[in-house]
């Protein structure tokens, strides 16, 4: 299935996966979102409908959605031309999610068409050194390296298996279960499409057993030219004090070298999960930003 130009959108759907995460994959940056399981798994929360930016494949794509009353677009690989982009301004509330590869070579010429461009704190990726988070050196990490020991020390018969189609019954008896806990739904549907898909949509990940049960997994891909890996999803059972940590460093180490960042995407504007991505001492951020008309 091909995607149409714009101005034709189509929703997002399976069928265009083989048009979609070539051209997402090549984008430097390291967006979260910008990937085609990123946008496939949240189709339906965000109502995506997908067209092309220009008729060569340089240009990407153009998404647009809506989150509760306000509409907005993604273009995640090239801006749009002055005519596209004033039509898309029109047509929609803001430009999300501009990266920087994508902003900085047309921003002073689109500043002067009246767009005004912000930070989008909140939506920023945490970007982190694999080699520090499967190491944990120094005394910054020295409470992270203290949950893990008491971890260790209390569940030593513990396995670390790598995600495959045979496991994701042990994922999902996981993922059950940490919606019961949490007493919320969250991301339960796209975490859940997730693992059902996974061979599908090429992701990687692994489920931690204790004793013979599955307690945690976690699940992401690799993105920004193969030299980032994102996690999309990190769940666990209650009540394994140290868990993350565990699961957090021991995926780390696992990970192939040529994975020289982490992404563990945002924090959208939750104080406690800033206090918590900061505490690991993230190495950078993927900058996003917001564009409106004046």
Same mark, same amino acid.
């Given at each position: 299935? !091909?995607?149409?130009?714009?101005?034709?959108?189509?929703?997002? =759907?399976?069928?265009?996966?083989?048009?979609?995460?070539?051209?997402?994959?090549?984008?430097?940056?390291?967006?979260?979102?910008?990937?085609? !399981?990123?946008?496939?798994?949240?189709? /339906? @929360?965000?109502?995506?409908?997908?067209?092309? =930016?220009?008729?060569?494949?340089?240009?990407?794509?153009?998404?647009?959605?809506?989150?509760?009353?306000?509409?907005?677009?993604?273009?995640?690989?090239?801006?749009?031309?002055?005519?596209?982009?004033?039509?898309?301004?029109?047509?929609?509330?803001?430009?999300?999610?501009?990266?920087? !590869?994508?902003?900085?070579?047309?921003?002073?010429?689109? &500043?002067?068409?009246?767009?005004?461009?912000?930070?989008?704190?909140? /939506?920023?990726?945490?970007?982190?050194?694999?080699?520090?988070?499967?190491?944990?050196?120094?005394?910054?990490?020295?409470?992270?390296? /203290?949950? #893990?020991? =008491?971890?260790?020390?209390?569940?030593?018969?513990?396995?670390?298996?790598?995600?495959?189609?045979?496991?994701?019954?042990?994922? #999902? &008896? #996981?993922?059950?279960?940490?919606?019961?806990?949490?007493?919320?739904?969250?991301?339960?549907?796209?975490?859940?499409?997730?693992?059902?898909?996974?061979?599908?949509?090429?992701?990687?990940?692994?489920?931690?057993?204790?004793?013979?049960?599955?307690?945690?997994?976690?699940?992401?891909?690799? #993105?920004?030219?193969?030299?980032?890996?994102?996690?999309?999803?990190? @769940?666990?059972?209650?009540?394994?004090?140290?868990?993350?940590?565990?699961? /957090?460093?021991?995926?780390?180490? @696992?990970?192939?070298?040529?994975?020289?960042?982490?992404?563990?995407?945002?924090?959208?504007? =939750?104080?406690?999960?800033?206090?918590?991505?900061?505490?690991?001492?993230?190495?950078?951020?993927?900058?996003?930003?917001?564009?409106?008309?004046?």
């Amino acid at each position: 299935m !091909s995607v149409p130009c714009y101005p034709d959108f189509i929703p997002l =759907n399976l069928a265009l996966r083989d048009s979609l995460h070539p051209r997402l994959s090549l984008t430097p940056d390291g967006v979260s979102e910008f990937t085609f !399981s990123g946008l496939y798994l949240f189709r /339906n @929360k965000y109502k995506y409908l997908i067209s092309r =930016n220009g008729r060569d494949e340089e240009g990407g794509f153009i998404i647009s959605g809506k989150q509760g009353d306000k509409s907005f677009f993604f273009t995640p690989c090239r801006a749009p031309d002055p005519e596209t982009l004033e039509s898309l301004l029109a047509a929609h509330d803001y430009w999300k999610n501009i990266s920087e !590869s994508v902003l900085f070579p047309v921003r002073e010429k689109l &500043e002067e068409r009246g767009i005004i461009f912000t930070e989008d704190r909140d /939506n920023f990726d945490y970007l982190y050194y694999r080699k520090d988070l499967a190491e944990l050196h120094g005394k910054k990490y020295h409470k992270k390296k /203290n949950h #893990i020991n =008491n971890f260790l020390q209390t569940y030593p018969n513990y396995e670390y298996r790598p995600m495959s189609t045979e496991l994701v019954p042990a994922a #999902i &008896e #996981i993922l059950d279960q940490w919606r019961k806990d949490k007493v919320e739904d969250g991301d339960y549907k796209a975490a859940r499409e997730a693992l059902n898909l996974f061979d599908t949509l090429s992701l990687r990940g692994a489920v931690f057993f204790v004793d013979g049960s599955p307690v945690a997994y976690c699940l992401g891909e690799s #993105i920004a030219r193969g030299k980032m890996f994102a996690v999309h999803f990190e @769940k666990a059972i209650g009540g394994y004090k140290g868990i993350y940590q565990f699961v /957090n460093k021991t995926f780390a180490e @696992k990970l192939p070298s040529f994975f020289t960042l982490i992404n563990r995407e945002q924090d959208l504007g =939750n104080e406690g999960l800033r206090q918590a991505k900061m505490t690991y001492r993230p190495c950078a951020f993927v900058r996003k930003y917001t564009g409106r008309i004046t």
